[in-house]
């Protein structure tokens, strides 16, 4: 068989006659589900859902994952072009469509190369074949002599053929394989290279980008008037004055679920005040006022299930304890959360930057109580999401007030306070930690155990919207489940990527708690990674070993090594000297382990007096597989670290005995520019070949660790609560 030079792992298509051998067809016991395909192809199998040849030789590309600003609209995009051969401005592209494209779920997990990435390159790539293949059939020519322009094909004598003629009157519905097929040598490369993201122009000249700045003909406004606490009951409300202000359209109350529609926003935004001061509310105490995030961690029912058991614990040696805790967090999107619907000739449209278009339009059909074929869930973006914030909730809000005025779409757009005290929450959650070392400063035994409420309510079902539960016959949220193992939720990362003989891990499951929480970027791997780390370097200075040389002696992965070496080389850790109130930090993880690794050292500065961490520079390290865009995975790897550090030293949710006190920016800060380390670095360690690895959340656990162990070793204090604010810094450290 005569072979081209090929992608490892690519199967070789060419035979003897150069014509392209390439067969569609699957064994009988795979057709059903797809089995054994790679990525989403398990679960959508067809060619043509993925990839559709226009008879005007337009090329659109279908994804089911949703761009939030992370870039994987791009990167997707230069996946299907790079094995389409096709420059990518040429393609169109379809993301996040109940309506049109596959159903993949929540983009979520960094998960989104793994599942779509992975689909969409099997797939562009057998398109090409088998377009390809027919091209040869037309042009009676050897497979090998044509040369491909775009979406042409020419022969040796000049003759060409179109993508959209060889697919005229043709099958597209084409079952995928497992297979791969070969690029054409010499073709253009749009993977492993930074294109321009197609996202930002239109969002830098003001064009319409997001779902807050749709606009449609005959829209009307709508703002909701939520309970002043979560358990408060709507007792009474007077509709009349409020009937008659100026603009109003309708004023719905469906039990405690209580709104107005206008014709204009600003009226809607005044009605709605009007309807709040005509409420009457019945409060209701939260059990959370006055307690610290242990105490009311451990306060709550729990669930233990042992997660890891290697080895025989009481291992002889030296002993050390800890425990760390993280509080409830915001997600914290800059723009409140907003969705427009619309009920027209009995089908719902709605738009919405909801992370799974899917599984909230089977969610909004149980509320509606209508076939999920009646409602079209379309994503738009938000601004800024990092998980389950009130995306999905301001959904029900449209659908519940265009049912209620039909015809005309409805903008629901939340208010800043409803996004603070509303959205779920990042839960709070508490690690203890045991380890032993012995005399030689191997860690010998290992004990851990996490708390934590659930970290995935997301809907799917009508119980996990906001509104839902205010109606007057309500939907009761359906049990949490703790997310299995490899890719746990409170757990996840708790098992350490270290080598270690003895260890067992403990995970406390809180199915119940005093506020709704759900799926904060990262889940519980921030807390975990954040603690694991920290702990790391408590045993390196009790074994009296350099933190980097400490982690390095527990890790046998060979690109764990590598990825925590090139972090310490480009930071200069071996030359590092130590100044009055600086220090230095580092941590390491995998990403779930089984995504990206990731490896930061940062800097710090402390004012003593003030309490202030001040963050001089971060370097990371990162080996994410194969990388298709070099640009977007430095993006991601740096928004993760900024982030983290806004978590790690501002951010904590306070309550006190009846409602939510973080109500606005001045109550709940965010780092801001003059906050940004002067100096971020990201290298990258690319492995061509090697599987896509989620790389959007692999930041998030070291960068809080980094900073934390930076700052124990600018002020010789080690602070295992979060967030190290002023406060808390001025108390330990001042």
Known sequence: ????????????????????????????????????????????????????????????????KAELGQGIKTALLQVAAHELQIDPGRLLMVTADSDRTPDEGYTAGSNSMQHSGTALRHAAAQVRALLLLRAATRLAVPAAALVQSNSVFRAPDG???????????????????????????????????????????????????????????????????????????????????????????????????????????????????????????????????????????RSLPSQPRQVLARGTAGAAGTTLRASYTRPFQLHASLGPSCAVAQLEQGRYTVWTHS??????????????????????????????????????????????????????????????????????????????????????????DWQYEVWSQPHNTRPGKAGNLLAATHLA???????????????????RNAIPYYTLPNARVTHRFQAAGPVRTSALRSLGAYCNVFAIESFMDELARAARADPVAFRLRHLQDARAIETVRLAAARFGWDGYQKTARRGRGFAFARYKNLA????????????????????????AAVDCGEIVSPDGVRNQIEGGILQACSWTLLEGVRFDASRVLTQDWASYPILRFKGVPDRVEVHLLDRPGQPYLGTGEAAQGPAAAALANAVADAVGVRVRDLPLDRARMRTHAG
């Open 1 to 64: 068989m005569n072979t081209l030079p090929t992608h490892p792992g690519r199967r070789r298509f060419l035979g003897a006659n150069g014509y392209l051998m390439l067969s569609f067809a699957l064994p009988s016991q795979l057709h059903a589900q797809g089995a054994g395909l790679p990525g989403s192809l398990q679960q959508t199998p067809w060619l043509d859902a993925w990839i559709r040849v226009g008879a005007d030789n337009r090329v659109t590309v279908f994804t089911g």
């Open 596 to 619: 990206a690794y990731c490896a930061i050292a940062l800097e710090v500065e402390v004012v003593l007096d003030t309490g202030l961490v001040r963050i001089t520079r971060a370097v």
């Open 159 to 297: 003759r060409r053929v179109s993508f959209g003629e060889l697919v005229a009157g043709a099958q597209q519905h084409v079952r995928a394989t497992s297979a791969l097929p070969p690029r054409q040598s010499g073709a253009p490369r749009y993977a492993g290279v930074t294109l321009a993201r197609i996202d930002i122009p239109g969002k830098l000249k003001g064009q319409l980008a997001y779902v807050h700045d749709l606009r449609l003909p005959g829209m009307v406004h709508a703002r909701v008037v939520r309970p002043q606490s979560p358990s408060a009951r709507l007792l009474a409300v007077d509709t009349a004055q409020v009937a008659r202000m100026p603009g109003v359209l309708e004023i719905v109350r469906d039990g405690r679920f209580l709104a107005v529609v206008a014709d204009e926003e600003w009226r809607a935004v005044k009605a709605a005040a009007a309807l709040a001061r005509a409420a009457r509310w019945e409060q209701l105490d939260l059990p959370l006022a006055g307690k610290d995030v242990a105490s009311l961690v």
């Open 473 to 491: 016959r309500p939907f009761t949220p359906p049990p949490p489940q703790a997310i299995p193992q490899p890719q746990g939720g409170g757990d």
């Open 355 to 444: 992370q799974g278009v899917f599984p909230l339009r089977a969610a909004l059909a149980e509320l509606l109580g209508a076939p999920e074929e009646a409602i079209r869930c379309v994503h738009m973006e938000g601004s800024g999401c990092y998980g389950h914030n009130g995306a999905d909730d301001a959904a029900a809000d449209a659908v519940l007030l265009a049912r209620a005025f039909p015809g005309s779409p409805v903008r629901v757009q939340w208010m800043r306070e409803e996004e603070h005290c509303w959205e779920p929450y990042g839960p709070a959650m508490l690690a203890e930690v045991q380890a032993t070392l012995d005399a030689a400063g191997k860690i010998v």
